[in-house]
Every structure is written in structure tokens, then in C-alpha cells.
């Protein structure tokens, strides 16, 4: 299991300003991918500033069950000696992702055209995610599926013997959809075509690339068409992985709103699918100043230092949300401090991560008197000062436990979420980071 079976709740209250420099850990989504290439290139890849949260650390447990060797050797250092495409070994027993649809459906991508069989489980709330949209594209290059009604896990997959490449068009707007057919189209024979109509993170694409594949990438009327020549031999790399610029959006947004703060934030990803959390908080009038722009581990980030700020409500554009996809949350408590209404368009998708995160917000919100109204993918924020006083409901996810948290730094009263337990799976050090930066939680 991904957490604690015990609630661990947790209180924030109203508190000074917060200053120092938070160091936030690797980034989830490049920490996955590091990972399952690794397993499955030749040679021994070498990966530092890996995320040792728990759904990337069921995720190197998957790898070794699939016959990859993965050594920690130090603290976000890891050794994975990989198994070439196709090289993955029957796991013996099943294989659980815990609470992370990141590595359920890349892993389930990644050994679907390989002929061995496994099964895929995961908690409550991994339970009651779609994995249709990942195991529909896997059929079509000739694995065999069964999973419970409506596409939920337990899902069992028999990989293709006579793997066919597969052309396809991404129904929803998901970086895990594109990466899983990308991820089975290594090992099928000729090239495999993904077509999104709007871009998702990247990490896959420049990843492959940088671990040896033929990947191009081209924009045309009708999206992001991505090419992938299959039965590469993926060689193994150094991987530096950079920070989460998702984590980071934690402290950036309690010292915004937290008066009298200044923090810095050193290393945060500015890869334009990733940040439109950035752009949105610029546009309230944020106040971030970005320097020491470089590339890390193949991705660029800057170091940020923020101070906090007078925000005003804005209207986040449809084809904005992709960049920001797991940022709602935190961007709804930031809108709740803000003069005016805050928009949130086109976040549908929020209605299955890992809780119904509108639907989470949105009763949250409410119960700690902040004016709020959903459609079903819109979300509306009236901002103004911010009672609290109530104990949130956080589903198992831990975005929706952090965001709270943080809103509780400034409300009049204390807000608890009821279990924070889940925060370790993508932020083990979140207490610590926040506490020493000068947060009143515990
Ligand atoms: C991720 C993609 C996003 C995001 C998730 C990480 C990834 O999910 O919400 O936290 O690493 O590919 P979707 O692809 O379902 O939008």
C-alpha cells in the first residue's frame, strides 16, 4: 500500500511570513520514466535526484519484479541495470502501483508487447480510475486485457506475441495515454504514430531521445504528431533528474499569500507543458522573478524567488490546462486569497486523478467559507478573506491534503485535513520543507 493504513490528520494555522529557500524533490513524472527506460535499455543507468516518494518507489519495485536489477545507492541516487526492449521477465507475483496512475498505465505500456502476463493492482483510489483509455490503445497492438467493469483494476494484460505498430489518436488530452502506446510501441515491429490534438508533458519524447530511440515530434493542423521507430536498442544513460516544478507550486503559492514572505525555489522546470501554473500566477499578479536559466537533465528550470503579492482573479483558457493539469488545487487556494473571480476552463480530467479533485476542492472550499461553483469541467473561485475553521476530506490524494494545508497558513481559523499521509507519495519532506520555511502545521 502507497500510505499508512492508520489517518495521520494534520492542522495548519495563520502564520508569519515564510522565507528561506525550499528545496523541493525530483520530479515525479521524470523520475517514472528514468526508471522504465532504464529497465529497459542495455547497460547500468545512473539516475541522481530521483524522487524517493512512493509511487515512484513501487515503480522500481515493478521494474525488478520485471527483472530489471535496481540499486539505491544513496539518497535520490539510483543504478538500474536494464533487460534491452522486449527483455522484460514474467513477474512472479502482482505487480501494485500503490496510488500512482502514472506507473500503472506506463508499466502496463511498457511490457504490452512483450509475450509474458501480468497483473496490475493499486489502493482504493488508483482502484477507481479509468485504465480504459490506455488499455483500448494496448488491444490494438494485439495484447489480450480483462480488468473489472468499466476498464477498473484489477487489470490482467497478456502481451502481444506478433506486436503491430499502431496508429492513434489520443482521445483525451493525457501524457500517460501518449507514453503508454509510446512505451509499447518500442517493441513492435516499423513505426508507431501518436497524434495529440493539444500537447501534454514531454518527458517520454525527450527522454526516448536522449536514451537512443528515432523519435520526432512535428506540429501539424491536426496536433502534435509523434513518430517512434520500433525495436530500438535503448542504451543506458546518466539522468539528472530536475525538480518538481508540481511540488514546487506548494511553497510558491503559501508565500504568495502568506504576508510579508519571500522564498527561494532553486532548480524549477520551466518546460512549457509544464507551466502554466506559472504564467497563470504571473497574470494574477505574482510576483516571480526567474534567474540562472539552464538545462537540467534534459529539461530547462531557472531559480525562483517569490514574494508575496496582491492577487487579482483571472479566466484560465481551456488550452491551458494540460500545463497545469495536477496544479488546479493549489491554483483554487491561491484564487480564494485573490481580489475577485477565478475561472478555471476545461478541467474535466480533474474528475479522476487521484480523487475527484473539483468535487474535493470545491466541498473543501466550501466548508472553510470560500465562495465557490463547479460546472462539470469548470471551476469558479470567489476570493476574498478565508474563515477556515473546518476539517477537509482529502479522498486519498495528496495534492488535495497539501493545498489545504497551505490555504489553512492564512485563513482565520486553523484547517485540518484528515489524512496527510498520502503527501509521501509524490512529497515525503512537504512537514519538514514547509515547518523550516517557517509554516505553522503540525
Ligand atoms: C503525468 C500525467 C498527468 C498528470 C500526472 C503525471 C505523467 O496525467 O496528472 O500527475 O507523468 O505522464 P494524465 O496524463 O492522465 O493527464
Known amino acids: 500500500m502507497s500510505h499508512p493504513a492508520d489517518p495521520s490528520p494534520l492542522t495548519a494555522r495563520r502564520c508569519g511570513p515564510l522565507t528561506g529557500e525550499a528545496q523541493v524533490p525530483g520530479d515525479k513524472s521524470v523520475s517514472h520514466r528514468a526508471l522504465i527506460l532504464g529497465a529497459l535499455a542495455v547497460g547500468e543507468t545512473r539516475i541522481t535526484g530521483l524522487l524517493e516518494g512512493q509511487d ?30 522486449g527483455g522484460f521477465a ?19 505500456g511498457a511490457m504490452a508487447t512483450t509475450p509474458i502476463t501480468a497483473t496490475f493492482t493499486g489502493d482504493a483510489s488508483l482502484s477507481r480510475r479509468p485504465m480504459g483509455r490506455v488499455t483500448d490503445p494496448l488491444a490494438e497492438f494485439g495484447a489480450r486485457i480483462t480488468s473489472r467493469a468499466g476498464g477498473l483494476l484489477p487489470v490482467t494484460i497478456e502481451g502481444a506475441e506478433d506486436a503491430v505498430p499502431l496508429h492513434y489518436r489520443t482521445p483525451v488530452a493525457s ?41 520526432t515530434t512535428a506540429d501539424t493542423p491536426e496536433g502534435s504528431v509523434i513518430t517512434l521507430k520500433g525495436r530500438p536498442e535503448l542504451r543506458a544513460q546518466a539522468v539528472a533528474v530536475p525538480r518538481d516544478p508540481s511540488s514546487a ?3 510558491v503559492v503559501a508565500a504568495l499569500i502568506v504576508p510579508g514572505s519571500q522564498i527561494t525555489v532553486p532548480g524549477v522546470s520551466r518546460n512549457p507543458t509544464r507551466d502554466g501554473l506559472y504564467v497563470t500566477l504571473a497574470e494574477m499578479g505574482a510576483d516571480l522573478a526567474w534567474s540562472n536559466a539552464r538545462i537540467e537533465g534534459g529539461e530547462p528550470v531557472a531559480d525562483l524567488t517569490v514574494r508575496h503579492s496582491t492577487l487579482r482573479g483571472v479566466s484560465v483558457p481551456a ?3 494540460a500545463s497545469m493539469i495536477d496544479e488546479f488545487p493549489i491554483l483554487s487556494v491561491a484564487a480564494a486569497l485573490a481580489q475577485g473571480e477565478t475561472v478555471m476552463n476545461g478541467i474535466a480530467e480533474l474528475r479522476v486523478k487521484e480523487s475527484d479533485r473539483i468535487a474535493a476542492m470545491v466541498a473543501g472550499l466550501r466548508a472553510n ?21 473546518a476539517r477537509v476530506q482529502t479522498h486519498l490524494d495528496h495534492r488535495i491534503a497539501m493545498s489545504f494545508l497551505v490555504l489553512g497558513l492564512v ?10 499521509g498520502p503527501i509521501a507519495t509524490s512529497f515525503p519532506d512537504f512537514l519538514p520543507l514547509m515547518r523550516g520555511l517557517g509554516a505553522a502545521i503540525s
Open 56 to 85: 515512484v518507489l513501487d515503480t522500481a519495485k515493478a521494474m525488478q519484479a520485471f527483472g530489471a536489477e535496481v540499486r539505491r545507492l544513496g539518497a535520490g541516487e539510483w543504478a538500474v541495470h536494464g533487460v534491452g526492449v
Open 90 to 108: 514474467e513477474p512472479q507475483g502482482v505487480i501494485d502501483c500503490g496510488n500512482s496512475g502514472t506507473g500503472v498505465r506506463l508499466i502496463m
Open 175 to 215: 501524457a500517460q495515454v501518449k507514453s503508454a502506446v509510446l512505451l509499447a510501441g518500442l517493441n513492435a515491429p516499423g513505426e508507431t504514430v501518436v497524434i495529440e490534438p493539444r500537447p501534454t508533458r514531454d518527458h517520454t519524447e525527450r527522454m526516448l531521445a536522449g536514451f537512443g530511440a528515432e523519435i
Open 249 to 251: 507550486a506548494f511553497p
Open 319 to 321: 488550452e491551458r490546462a
Open 369 to 389: 467559507g470560500v465562495e465557490v461553483s463547479d460546472t462539470p469541467d469548470s471551476m469558479t473561485v470567489c476570493g476574498g478573506p478565508v474563515p477556515g475553521g
Open 411 to 420: 485563513a482565520e481559523a486553523p484547517i485540518s485535513v484528515d489524512d496527510a
